[in-house]
């Protein structure tokens, strides 16, 4: 399937590793110019060479800085002559006791899974619209459908701007102008992130990793992780010319983990 964005520039958030880099990376194989970010910025400027090394055609430009704020959002968006894809991504905030959390952090929380994506929103849709095409596409968590008691956090700032989008996506100065907000709902994907966190469960549990780790596998329906290509190729999709009729909707990509009809 031809997805019809050859040739446009996509500003890709978090994209040094995880998922984001598997967003990216689908999008450079359709052909799309992308502008990558992330705070590190050896890390980077290695994935942005396997990107180019993915399809020498395209462009693909990097801006290190931190996305939650003003000066890491300038340097990405001016990384990009224009942003017709938007992929508003960080990495969530810590598992914790709510009792234990100030407004500090709390505020960290927000700017990193709300507030920026927000931000960043507010600076491209209205382009977006004048031209007559857009996709933003937001990477929230499955917490958003079935909330995680430790994940706090991440529950209350994603589904904040899970929210937000709702009502943005449906204002018809954009739906209409073929410009469309939705969200990926990644569930259990083999990252970095997910290693990290079961490795600290395990630890703090007396377990080992390995046998964490299995049993999160298994207690998959499919019994294993996601794999950030998949996630990328469907974030390829959302963002293609046969998306335009779908707006403000939550995918969820959990291998079946979560267990309502709706």
Known sequence: M??????????????????????????????????????????LEATAAELRALNPAVQVRTAAGDITTD???????????????????????????????????????LEANML?????????VDGMAARGFGRVVNITSAAVKAPYQALGLSNGARTG??????GLA??????????????????????????SNTAALAKKGGQTFEALWESRRMSNPTQ????????G???AFVCSVHT?????QNVLMDGGSYPGTF
């Open 233 to 235: 190729a469907m974030c």
């Open 244 to 248: 335009g009729y779908m707006t403000g």
């Open 224 to 231: 294993r992780f996601g794999h950030a290509d998949e996630f």
């Open 161 to 166: 701007l899970t929210g937000f989008v709702a």
């Open 170 to 195: 449906r204002q018809p100065q954009l739906a209409a102008r073929n410009v469309t907000l939705n969200n990926l709902l990644p569930g259990p994907f083999d990252t970095e992130r997910l290693r």
């Open 71 to 109: 000066a890491g959002r300038g340097a990405a968006l001016a990384a990009a002559p224009q942003v017709d894809i938007l992929v508003n991504n960080a990495g969530g905030p810590p598992a914790g006791d709510f009792r234990e959390w100030t407004r500090d952090i709390w505020i960290a929380a």
């Open 2 to 43: 031809d997805l019809g964005i050859a040739g446009k520039w996509a500003l890709v958030c978090a994209a040094s590793k995880g998922l984001g880099k598997g967003c990216a990376a689908a999008l450079v194989r359709e052909g799309v110019n992308v502008v990558v970010t992330a705070r590190g910025a050896e890390a």
């Open 116 to 124: 920026a994506p927000i931000e960043l929103i507010k600076a491209t």
